[in-house]
């Protein structure tokens, strides 16, 4: 497989359960990124790791717990979630450089979310 | 202040017609990184261009361009001959220099539907 892929497509969950959604990429990146994607808003960074060490977190709820054990594989997990939280979750990767603009992301397809 | 301003929520064009969807950036950084990405309805996000701060030339792919004001910190796509495949979300995305883990920031995006 090649380029970032996401499980599962799509997610039904009551609020009271607990899921994990899955990243993996096969580029040799060394950044990987979760973001969250509502109508009409614009995709929200949640998590970054940089070198398998989380450097962001913007104020995410902690009923979203996100781990990266390998620079390959990123995990969101999610428990005792809101209806709000239904969305699209998008993870990236790439190749972290500092000091540098250059470099864009790839995207996995998402996991469309519904909490119920 | 947003970071990334997508004044069109929705644009219509006709096919092999050009379209321009306009994207304004606000940042103190010298250097920094202009990113477009589409979106179509399956949720991937796509790479189409991307422009440095101190490139000298607007950035060119095949039918994208991006014309670039850095005077008036704008960063409009401009789609030549468009096609129905063209019909997607558009999000215009800027990253910035200085921090190692540095992500993205993206704006709300603007819809684009073409027309036979």
């Known amino acids: 497989e090649t380029g970032v892929t996401q499980t599962p497509r799509h997610l039904v969950m009551g609020m009271t359960n607990k899921k994990s959604l899955k990243c993996e990429q096969h580029?040799?990146?060394?950044?990987m990124y979760w973001y969250k994607q509502s109508a009409k808003k614009p995709l929200e960074l949640m998590f970054v790791y940089s070198l398998e060490e989380r450097v962001e977190n913007n104020s995410v709820p902690s009923r979203f717990s996100p781990e990266c054990p390998n620079s390959s594989h990123l995990f969101l997990h999610l428990h005792t979630l809101q209806p709000e939280d239904s969305a699209l979750y998008l993870c990236a990767s790439s190749q972290d450089r500092v000091r540098q603009t250059n470099y864009g992301y790839t995207f996995g397809s998402g996991t469309r979310l519904t909490v119920v | 202040a947003q970071k990334i301003t997508q004044t069109q929520p929705g644009m219509f064009v006709q096919e092999k017609e050009a379209v321009t969807l306009d994207c304004t950036y606000d940042t103190s950084d010298q250097s920094y990184g202009l990113f477009w990405y589409k979106q179509p309805s399956s949720g991937e996000m796509i790479f189409l261009i991307y422009?440095?701060?101190?490139?000298?030339q607007n950035a060119t792919e095949g039918r994208y361009s991006l014309n670039f004001q850095k005077a008036r910190k704008s960063a409009n796509l401009v789609i030549s001959a468009s096609q129905l495949g063209d019909s997607a979300m558009y999000f215009c995305a800027m990253r910035e220099r200085d921090q190692a883990g540095t992500a993205l920031i993206f704006g709300k995006g603007t819809t684009l539907s073409v027309s036979s």
């Open positions: 580029l040799g990146h060394n950044a």
């Open positions: 422009q440095g701060s101190y490139d000298e």
